[in-house]
Every structure is written in structure tokens, then in C-alpha cells.
């Protein structure tokens, strides 16, 4: 009786439902851009002490982008919307992150960071509803809470990985190597994704 009990507390928390091919595909490639943001997001702060900035202008510099994001978001939806391959944007927007990174390797003074800022939140708006409107065609109605939840739980996990080591890859390499790596991973991602036969996604 009580291995019953076991049984249905395990389905119960590890429900038996797979993830389609389109799905694990995005799940992998997003926590891989979740994985090399997260190396470098928790000491953001201390970078931009480092090129000069304070701990205040730091906030303000990531308003900026947040804000940024959030505001062309709204602007670009109803012109993704007749994206006949919203996949495109994805890989657009894993490039223009690479571009970013990149910029944050060779970066030497404040205007740039700001710049950098706003190229990055464009590349937000690009990518990340696409994103989400992509995940939401391959799921289905009866078992999208789990499969929208292994996404959320799986980045939350990467997140918390990265973070930790993160903080060891900057403390031993430097910022700059770091950065170098995100754009390298970040390139490769959106050469995947462009690259993917169109029907996977």
C-alpha cells in the first residue's frame, strides 16, 4: 500500500509526459543563452565599477535596457506577428546578443556600455516573444503547465549554475574571456536555430 502511495506522489510530482523533438530543441538552445547570460548577469555591477561607473549608474544603465526591452516589445508584436518564420527572429536575436557580448569584451568607456545597452534590449525584442510564441505552438492544450514548467523550471536551475560558476570563470579568467565566450556561444546558437530545416520548429 504504501509503495502505491510512493508510486502516485512520484507521478503526481514527475508527471509521465515527453517533450516533443520542437520543444527540446528550444528548452536546449535557450538554456544555453540563459546558462552564458547567467555567467555574467549577478556581477554585472562590479563590471561596469570596473570601466568607471558606480554602483548607482549601474541600476540606471540596466533601467535602460530593461526599459528599452520592455517598450519595443510592445512595439515590435504586431509586426511580428506577420513573421511568416518567427524562428528567424530567435536566431536574430541570439546573434544581436553576440554582438553585445562582444561589445562588453572591448569595452572602455560609459557612452558604449549605454549604447550597448540599448542594442541589447533590441535584441530582447527581437527574440524573446518570438521565443515564447514558437514554445507555444508545439505545446498542447492538455499538458501545458507541465511542459511550459519544465522551461521555467530548467532555466531557474541553469540560472543558479551559471551564477555559481560564473563567478569563478571571472574571478580566474576575467571578465573579458568570458565575454569572448558568450559571443562565440551566442553566434553559434543563432547559426543553429537559422540553420534548423524549418518544419522542426
Given at each position: 500500500?504504501?509503495?502505491?502511495?510512493?508510486?502516485?506522489?512520484?507521478?503526481?510530482?514527475?508527471?509521465?509526459?515527453?517533450?516533443?523533438?520542437?520543444l527540446r530543441i528550444l528548452i536546449m538552445v535557450n538554456s544555453i543563452l540563459i546558462f552564458i547570460m547567467g555567467l555574467f548577469a549577478p556581477f554585472y555591477a562590479v563590471f561596469v565599477q570596473q570601466i568607471g561607473g558606480s554602483i548607482a549608474f549601474a541600476g540606471l544603465s540596466w533601467a535602460i535596457f530593461s526599459i528599452v526591452s520592455g517598450v519595443l516589445i510592445f512595439l515590435f508584436s504586431n509586426w511580428q506577428m506577420k513573421v511568416k518564420e518567427p524562428e528567424l527572429l530567435i536566431a536574430l536575436g541570439y546573434i544581436l546578443r553576440?554582438?553585445?557580448?562582444?561589445?562588453?569584451?572591448?569595452?572602455?568607456?560609459?557612452?558604449?556600455?549605454?549604447?550597448?545597452?540599448?542594442?541589447?534590449?533590441?535584441?530582447?525584442?527581437?527574440g524573446t516573444p518570438a521565443f515564447d510564441s514558437v514554445y507555444s505552438n508545439h505545446t498542447t492544450k492538455e499538458n501545458s503547465?507541465?511542459?511550459?514548467?519544465?522551461?521555467?523550471?530548467i532555466a531557474a536551475i541553469v540560472t543558479g549554475v551559471a551564477a555559481?560558476?560564473?563567478?569563478?570563470?571571472?574571478q580566474t579568467f576575467g571578465y573579458e574571456t568570458v565575454f569572448v565566450i558568450m559571443a562565440v556561444i551566442s553566434f553559434g546558437l543563432g547559426i543553429y536555430v537559422w540553420k534548423l530545416p524549418r518544419e522542426v520548429l
Open positions: 500500500m504504501e509503495q502505491d502511495n510512493s508510486k502516485k506522489i512520484y507521478a503526481f510530482i514527475f508527471p509521465k509526459i515527453g517533450l516533443n523533438r520542437s553576440g554582438v553585445v557580448f562582444i561589445s562588453y569584451a572591448f569595452m572602455t568607456n560609459i557612452p558604449q556600455l549605454i549604447v550597448t545597452q540599448i542594442f541589447w534590449g533590441i535584441a530582447v525584442a527581437l503547465i507541465v511542459e511550459w514548467g519544465r522551461w521555467e523550471g555559481f560558476i560564473g563567478g569563478i570563470f571571472i
